[in-house]
Nanobody
Framework: QVQVVESGGGLVQPGGSLTLSCSAS????????MGWYRQFPGKHRELVAQ???????NYADYVKGQFTISTDNAKNTMYLQMNTLKPAETAVYYC?????????????WGQGTKVTVSS
């Protein structure tokens, strides 16, 4: 069994910063891709940033230079450092990981963590 859990969301003032964490646990042999997505009410989830092979990163254009994705591969943990946050970025942020559990590759989603940017 593989579990993926996000944490670090909460209330932050406009212009503030927040760091999200995503950890995978269980029967993990390898992680191919770790990514952050966000979802607004009534909208589909959209990619924010992802990292493949623990090194190769890909960012959505609208967060380049503002957000930073990183990993601690030894801990199977991914982070998203979010700076200069705007109210429009209020959303539920989800972690997605492509994990090999010894049987095969599977996609795993976390439960989501809410980020609210407000004064």
């Amino acid at each position: 069994q593989v579990q993926v859990v996000e944490s670090g969301g909460g209330l932050v003032q406009p212009g503030g910063s927040l760091t999200l964490s995503c950890s995978a646990s269980g029967s993990i042999f390898s992680i191919r891709t770790m990514g952050w997505y966000r979802q607004f009410p009534g909208k589909h989830r959209e990619l924010v940033a992802q990292i493949t092979g623990g090194a190769s990163t890909n960012y959505a254009d609208y967060v380049k230079g503002q957000f930073t994705i990183s990993t601690d591969n030894a801990k199977n943990t991914m982070y998203l450092q979010m700076n200069t946050l705007k109210p429009a970025e209020t959303a539920v942020y989800y972690c997605n990981e492509v994990v090999h559990n010894g049987l095969g590759w599977s996609n795993y989603w976390g439960q989501g963590t809410k980020v609210t940017v407000s004064s």
